[in-house]
């Protein structure tokens, strides 16, 4: 009934313009959904990065701190040794002396007779 009102190039131009304003649409929406994907996609972005750097935040204060107490172990271990080497000399020095006490003494009785 229409190719009788409107004749074979009038149905003809008529089918391409509705098929033209198809794919216009069919355009518009893939921009349009483009667009909204983009947008939604920036702000998933904008989030992880900011989740991110607030986890990152974190796991570097708790380094710098776990850091700190093996550092503090650390200065009690010199410490420790520091001592211990101090001790040591002090034993070494006693030794020193007792050892030169009896070879004087040996010296002594052995020129005494």
Do not use: C, Y
Not at 2 to 19: C, F, H, M, P, S
Not at 33 to 62: A, D, P, Q
């Amino acid at each position: 009934m229409l190719r009788e009102k409107l004749g074979e190039e009038g149905t003809d131009a008529l089918v391409e313009l509705i098929n033209l304003a198809n794919g216009q649409t069919k355009a518009d929406v893939l921009t349009f959904v483009e667009e909204k994907f983009e947008r939604r996609l920036s702000e998933e972005l904008g989030k992880l990065n900011e989740r991110l750097t607030t986890e990152i935040g974190k796991v570097s204060e708790r380094l710098t701190t776990e850091i700190g107490k093996v550092n503090m172990e650390f200065a009690k271990v010199r410490q420790e040794m520091a001592e211990m080497k101090a001790d040591l000399i002090r034993w070494m020095f006693i030794f020193g002396v007792g050892q030169l006490g009896a070879i004087l003494g040996i010296l002594f009785a052995f020129f005494r007779r």
